[in-house]
């Protein structure tokens, strides 16, 4: 979808209306839970919801005694303090009752939310109903959404993951250090969250990389602010792993190890969420483009084969660990021909049919449909590059880590540059999106 122009915006009254109208929308999904749950005071049996009895609320309440001389050489979570600090400091004002904090937890999911509704009604210069949709389709998707209602570490990693991505969507447009900065300074904030937001790290890297070779943008000032301010930024990690011997505090660092089948499930979220986008894209397709078409499938097809040959998935439990995720699901429901299981090998032929789609978007900033379109050209696969190299270290595969970037693979790359005859369909795709994802996590009780 091309932006706009300018000088066809609404009114700034209208826009206020319409954005306050699409907040208020937000605000029906954080606030059912919090009626039906009496204020929370009631755990969510959502996915992982033993983590907060086992993990994280015994670590904010060791925090909260010692605040704020804490002892971060080991502690009762595999990861990094800085939700826990957090959390321990809130209860310090507001008290350490567990269904307080779990309220704080469900403001930071809406206020994450809206934050997503500002990036792309803002910065990807979306229509309302569009923005709210995609807002949406983040907010509810089901191991973001039930983990806002309890005391979990992922709200606010991904309220910094999405502020770090927008600062840096507005940098590239603007060419502006300040929001460089700032990029850079909620990316640090995320990865003292949890230690796998460092793929954020990496695709600014990639941007800075992106923004000398093939923008020509090689001033040395410049190049130096910006890779400075992004190593300093890693340096809290380097201490904490220099003081714990590794990447995890020290009870958790069996947790470690090289998984290259994360990246074939990786592939698969990605073709999860991409798949009613390239239904509806092979539905429009020209009749004398069937061919092509028939031909791409089949080279997907063996490249989905040789994938799952080098890191197979094969099966929900590795070491005494149970996988978990919708796709872990889906896929013990198909058979196995070969070897292979005939739902990961359709997935990942969709996933990389989107990550072919990202691919081709990559073009020189002369061949842009317009000049503030950079980040969303390159974005997808940036993300798709550092997620990849980032969750190789991760031992479990759990869907939840994977959910974020692959949606937002999945819906920048089909829902932006997109061509006015999609447009429309595309909504619908995402409206289907929000009515299963809301049914999901109304009528089928989180198990």
């Given at each position: 979808?091309?932006?706009?122009?300018?000088?066809?915006?609404?009114?700034?009254?209208?826009?206020?209306?319409?954005?306050?109208?699409?907040?208020?929308?937000?605000?029906i999904p954080?606030?059912?839970?919090?009626?039906?749950?009496?204020?929370?005071s009631?755990?969510l049996?959502?996915?992982?919801?033993?983590?907060?009895?086992?993990?994280h609320?015994?670590t904010?309440?060791?925090?909260?005694?010692?605040?704020?001389?804490?002892?971060?050489?080991?502690?009762?979570?595999?990861?990094?303090?800085?939700s826990?600090?957090?959390?321990?400091?809130?209860?310090?004002?507001i008290?350490?009752?567990?269904?307080?904090?779990?309220?704080?937890?469900?403001?930071?999911?809406?206020?994450?939310?809206?934050?997503?509704?500002?990036?792309?009604?803002?910065?990807?210069?979306?229509?309302?109903?569009?923005?709210?949709?995609?807002?949406?389709t983040?907010?509810l998707?089901?191991?973001?959404?039930?983990?806002?209602?309890?005391?979990?570490?992922?709200a606010?990693g991904?309220?910094?993951?999405?502020?770090?991505?927008?600062?840096?969507?507005?940098?590239?447009?603007?060419?502006?250090?300040?929001?460089?900065?700032?990029?850079?300074?909620?990316?640090?904030?995320?990865?003292?969250?949890?230690?796998?937001?460092?793929?954020?790290?990496?695709?600014?890297?990639?941007?800075?990389?992106?923004?000398?070779?093939?923008r020509?943008?090689?001033?040395?000032?410049?190049?130096?602010?910006?890779?400075?301010?992004?190593?300093?930024?890693?340096?809290?990690?380097?201490?904490?792993?220099?003081?714990?011997?590794g990447?995890?505090p020290?009870?958790?660092?069996m947790?470690?190890?090289?998984?290259?089948?994360?990246?074939?499930?990786?592939?698969?979220?990605?073709?999860?969420?991409?798949?009613?986008?390239?239904?509806?894209?092979?539905l429009?397709?020209?009749?004398?483009?069937?061919?092509?078409?028939l031909?791409?499938?089949?080279?997907?097809?063996?490249?989905?084969?040789?994938?799952?040959?080098?890191?197979?998935?094969?099966?929900?439990?590795?070491?005494?660990f149970?996988?978990?995720?919708?796709?872990?699901?889906?896929?013990?429901?198909?058979?196995?021909?070969?070897?292979?299981?005939?739902?990961?090998?359709?997935?990942?032929?969709?996933?990389?049919?989107?990550?072919?789609?990202?691919?081709?978007?990559?073009?020189?900033?002369?061949?842009?449909p317009?000049?503030?379109?950079?980040?969303?050209?390159?974005?997808?696969l940036?993300?798709?590059?550092?997620?990849?190299?980032?969750?190789?270290?991760?031992?479990?595969?759990?869907?939840?880590?994977?959910?974020?970037?692959?949606?937002?693979?999945?819906?920048?790359?089909?829902?932006?540059?997109?061509p006015?005859?999609?447009?429309?369909?595309?909504?619908i795709?995402?409206?289907?999106?929000?009515?299963?994802?809301?049914?999901?996590?109304?009528?089928?009780?989180f198990?």
């Amino acid at each position: 979808m091309s932006p706009p122009a300018r000088g066809a915006e609404y009114p700034r009254n209208h826009q206020v209306i319409n954005t306050f109208g699409a907040l208020l929308i937000l605000s029906i999904p954080a606030i059912v839970p919090i009626i039906f749950l009496h204020g929370l005071s009631t755990p969510l049996h959502t996915f992982h919801w033993m983590d907060e009895p086992d993990f994280h609320y015994p670590t904010i309440m060791e925090f909260y005694r010692s605040f704020p001389y804490i002892n971060l050489s080991d502690y009762s979570s595999a990861t990094t303090p800085l939700s826990h600090i957090i959390f321990a400091a809130i209860a310090k004002i507001i008290g350490p009752e567990i269904s307080g904090l779990r309220l704080f937890n469900a403001f930071i999911g809406y206020l994450g939310a809206s934050l997503l509704f500002y990036w792309f009604s803002g910065p990807f210069r979306m229509s309302i109903p569009r923005a709210v949709l995609l807002s949406l389709t983040f907010y509810l998707a089901p191991y973001n959404y039930g983990s806002s209602f309890i005391v979990m570490t992922d709200a606010i990693g991904i309220l910094f993951a999405i502020a770090s991505l927008a600062s840096l969507h507005i940098s590239l447009d603007r060419e502006c250090n300040k929001y460089f900065i700032l990029s850079v300074i909620f990316s640090c904030l995320a990865i003292m969250t949890r230690q796998l937001y460092i793929w954020i790290a990496a695709v600014i890297a990639l941007s800075i990389v992106y923004d000398m070779f093939l923008r020509g943008r090689t001033e040395a000032g410049r190049l130096i602010l910006r890779s400075t301010a992004l190593a300093v930024s890693l340096a809290p990690l380097a201490a904490l792993a220099v003081l714990w011997g590794g990447l995890n505090p020290p009870r958790f660092q069996m947790h470690l190890g090289m998984q290259p089948a994360s990246v074939s499930f990786f592939i698969a979220c990605i073709g999860l969420y991409s798949a009613p986008f390239i239904l509806l894209r092979t539905l429009l397709t020209p009749e004398q483009k069937i061919i092509s078409l028939l031909y791409k499938t089949a080279i997907l097809l063996a490249l989905s084969l040789a994938i799952l040959e080098i890191a197979p998935l094969q099966g929900k439990t590795l070491g005494g660990f149970s996988h978990d995720g919708i796709v872990w699901r889906l896929s013990s429901f198909a058979s196995s021909i070969g070897g292979f299981n005939m739902i990961m090998v359709l997935l990942i032929i969709l996933g990389l049919a989107c990550l072919h789609q990202a691919l081709i978007r990559v073009k020189t900033p002369q061949n842009t449909p317009d000049p503030e379109s950079i980040f969303i050209v390159a974005s997808p696969l940036f993300i798709a590059i550092s997620f990849a190299v980032a969750i190789t270290n991760s031992y479990i595969i759990y869907q939840k880590y994977y959910e974020l970037p692959a949606m937002m693979i999945a819906m920048i790359t089909f829902c932006t540059l997109q061509p006015h005859r999609e447009e429309r369909l595309g909504n619908i795709v995402l409206l289907s999106f929000v009515v299963l994802s809301a049914c999901y996590a109304f009528l089928n009780p989180f198990s």
